[in-house]
């Protein structure tokens, strides 16, 4: 018995001896940690618990050249509570304004906000969320709430700001306003990103749970990007945007795209793509314009001419024998859909002779084919424009050597062969417009920091002289005969001149099994006299018609017509008018908003209190979209014609 109870008392005092060797060691390991590791562990411990987070900085606004907000950044808050934090007089004494105040914004009831916040002090939740996605009036209203107007140290009042990108106005292509992110870089926000993007913060955050972390100071505030302003015209945008979806939804064509510029500058005033949609309508899903470098066809014609011109080779009463409307030449034969017998090279530009304008460059240039393809490349035909939008596509001309055909020459002269983007060969008709002086096709105006102007940019030519003013005015005569009397004379008008070309391109030829696709364009400028715009018009794949006539230059028209001859709709930001008053010198202290509501255009309404301004736009059918409280004092579109689903946006005095 007696060794029995030695046994269990020895291997007792072996298992103390082992608790007390393990705490020992422990204690040991603590003091060494203490003295030795204390860098080490204190790194691990804010690594563990703590991250440095990037904030990203808001992106700049986009706007027309005109001052119509494109697109926009906007704030949306996300409210959370550490209810750790409040102490427990604080917390008793207004729980109950709290959740009434809750109650009112977000119309539930005050005991489901009791319930909720009641729950989370009992597990001491650090981060529950209140709010997500509140805008700046909810925010600045949510802050002002009992236990959360102490903040966030006293009243565990947390923040956390995100932004978001929108489009702010219709008429505009999702695709051509574009976009900078995980997709990469497209259309203006693309384009311009260096200057719309700003520079990210730094944020300190630590760690609530493992799925969650709470921001706990900045350690460097964002800087906002610059605002861009574009040379686009919205009034001009609005026209060309609407005369093409027209267009194309009676032509029931694939897709198209409409570019207008200003002739002096080279800036792009309007510029919009479409395309047909599974559900048969139509979106800007991408950039044709821009990116798309097809055989043109028949408005190559007027490249041929003005090299024909400027070599002093002919004069527009040339004369050239189309025979019977087609000539074969060597194994080919090429065909007139237009004429015979003995035209001028007026006439073969007007009514589009690719026999007439194919003899005649033969006739000149075929012993020594490289002198057409300096003269052309002369001008830039064989080079992108290096628009600032990414994605442009490079021309393609033939060079002359060995896989030279002896047909090319007589190919590429009525724009088969070569390959050319729309607003390619709107720069050349440009030049021609603007006297010979060929200018870099511009989207940029300027940039401004906190509304101080920081850059402002210039037009660039990049040929000053393309062909002898001689050559440039008989070439400017011809296409101004070619709509009066040509294949375009169905859009002449004795009201406003028009110059331009007409072309027809059959595409996916060697696709048998398609039928017959093709091309329909039209380009040129107005007022012919004096041009101010020139306009390119392409329509691919229409059903119903395919001429460029029939298809492309009633859009041209439609254009020209209402960017010209109605130029009152480009209305100023403070009209005189009725429907837009200047407010600043009419407002009274206590003057209530009133608004006509069937007025076509959007009111001005800075000046006026945002409690009278939104509802009274929202009556109009006008999404609105304000930060800020008070007064208006800025406004994104003024005078515009109302639209359904169009968005305005005001900034409301802080």
Known sequence: MNNERKKILARTYLVAALILLFAVSVFARLIYIQTHDTEKYKNLAQTT???????????????????????????????????????????QNNIGALCDSLQKMFKKPSFYFYSKLNEARKKENQYLKL????????????????????????????????????????????????????????????????????????EIQQRINQKQWKPINIELEPQDGNDVYTTIDMRIQD????????????????????????????????????????????????????????EPGSTFKSISMLALLDDGYVEPNTTVDIGPGYWKYYKHTIRDDHGSGIITLSQVLSQSSNVGISKTVDKYFSKN?????????????????????????????????????????????????????????????????NNG???????????????????????????????????INDLKKMLTYAVETGTSKSIYTPNLSMAGKTG??????????????????????????????????????????????????????????????????????????????????????????TINPSTALVPNVIGYYGKDAIPALENLGLKVVYSGNGKVIEQSIIGYPIKKGMTVYLKLSA
């Open 49 to 91: 618990n703590f991250r440095n987070v990037e904030v990203v900085a808001a992106r700049g606004n986009l706007y027309a050249s005109d001052g119509i907000l494109l697109a926009t950044t906007i704030t949306k808050y996300d409210i959370y509570m550490d209810m750790k934090t409040i102490r427990n007089e604080l917390y």
């Open 131 to 202: 709010a997500k996605g509140l805008d700046y009036e909810q925010f600045a209203r949510l802050k002002n709430f009992p236990i959360l107007n102490k903040g966030k140290n006293k009243g565990g009042f947390i923040v956390e700001r995100r932004t978001e990108r929108i489009k702010t106005i219709s008429g505009f292509g999702i695709r051509t306003l574009g976009f900078d992110d995980e997709r990469g870089k497209s259309g203006l926000e693309g384009a311009f990103s260096c200057y719309l993007k700003g520079k990210n913060g730094r």
């Open 239 to 294: 026209i060309a945007y609407s005369a093409l979806q027209e267009q194309l939804e009676k032509s029931e064509a694939d897709h198209g795209c409409a570019i207008v510029m200003e002739v002096a500058t080279g800036k792009i005033v309007a510029l919009t793509n479409l395309q047909r949609t599974k559900d048969g309508g139509y979106d800007d899903l991408r950039n044709f314009a821009v990116w798309e470098a097809a």
């Open 369 to 433: 084919p490289q002198d057409f393809l300096n003269k052309i490349n002369s001008w830039g035909i064989n080079k992108k424009t290096d628009i600032d939008i990414p994605g442009e596509s490079a021309p393609y001309i033939p060079k002359y050597g060995k896989k030279w055909s002896p047909v090319t020459l007589a190919w590429m002269s009525f724009g088969y062969g070569v390959k050319l983007t729309p607003l390619q060969i709107l720069t050349f008709y440009n030049g021609v417009a």
């Open 437 to 471: 002086k060929l200018m870099k096709p511009q989207l940029l105006y300027k940039i401004e920091s906190k509304g101080i102007v920081t850059e402002k940019f210039t037009p660039i030519v990049i040929n000053q002289k393309m062909a002898s003013q001689k050559a």
């Open 504 to 593: 027809t391109a059959q595409v996916e030829y060697w696709n048998k099994g398609k039928g017959r696709l093709y091309q329909a364009s039209f380009c040129g400028f107005f007022p012919a006299d004096h041009p101010e715009y020139s306009c390119i018009v392409v329509i691919n794949k229409p059903k119903k018609g395919f001429y460029g006539s029939q298809v492309a230059a009633p859009v041209f028209k439609e254009i020209a017509g209402k960017v010209y001859l109605k130029k009152p709709l480009n209305l100023p930001k403070e009209d005189k008018s009725k429907e837009s008053q200047n407010i600043n010198v009419l407002l009274t202290k206590n003057q209530k908003l």
